[in-house]
Structure formats: structure tokens, C-alpha cells
């Protein structure tokens, strides 16, 4: 197996890391801690733990999760256009 320079494996995670910092609301999700460093640390810690848990889909889990996300996308966006054309005819717009 190949092994990847460590900076392109990084770059993957960042979306992780993102969702994980929204998560956990930011610098200041403890209200007992408002130390910048130390919640940046815990930010981290539990970044790491994620990363140490979390695994690579195999071919076939990766494909049914694509599906579902493509099926819950169209279905989001078809009711979406949906409701624009019923709100369209309501205010005299389309």
C-alpha cells in the first residue's frame, strides 16, 4: 500500500473538524471554562478521539451512502420547488 504524505490525509478531516467545533459551539461550549487555550485543547482532544474511533467505508457502505444522501437531496429539492410554485401561485409570482 501506498502511504499518503501526512498533509493530504489531513486535508479530509477538516470537514471533521468543522463539524466537531459547530458541535461543541465553538471556543466557549463550557460555560465553567472560558479559557480560550484550554477549550481549544479539549476542541482538539476530542478531534483526536473521533479520528482514533472512526474507520474507512468499505466500497459497498460507501455506495448505499451516497444513495441516500443523493434520494434525501432530490426529495429536499422537489419539495422545495414545490412549495416555491404553491407560494408562487398564492402571491401572484412564479
Known sequence: ?????????????????????????GFFADKMNLNP?????????DSRHVL?????????????TIKIVLIGTLILGFM???FSLIIGLFTGGV
Not at 7 to 23: E, M, S, T
Open 80 to 82: 422545495g420547488f414545490i
Open 1 to 25: 500500500m501506498i502511504r499518503q504524505c501526512r498533509r493530504h490525509a489531513l486535508i479530509k478531516y477538516i470537514p471533521l473538524f468543522a463539524f466537531f467545533f459547530i458541535v461543541h459551539g
Open 37 to 45: 487555550i484550554r477549550s481549544v485543547k479539549a476542541f482538539f482532544a
Open 52 to 64: 482514533s474511533v472512526s474507520y474507512k467505508p468499505d466500497a459497498n457502505t460507501f455506495k448505499r
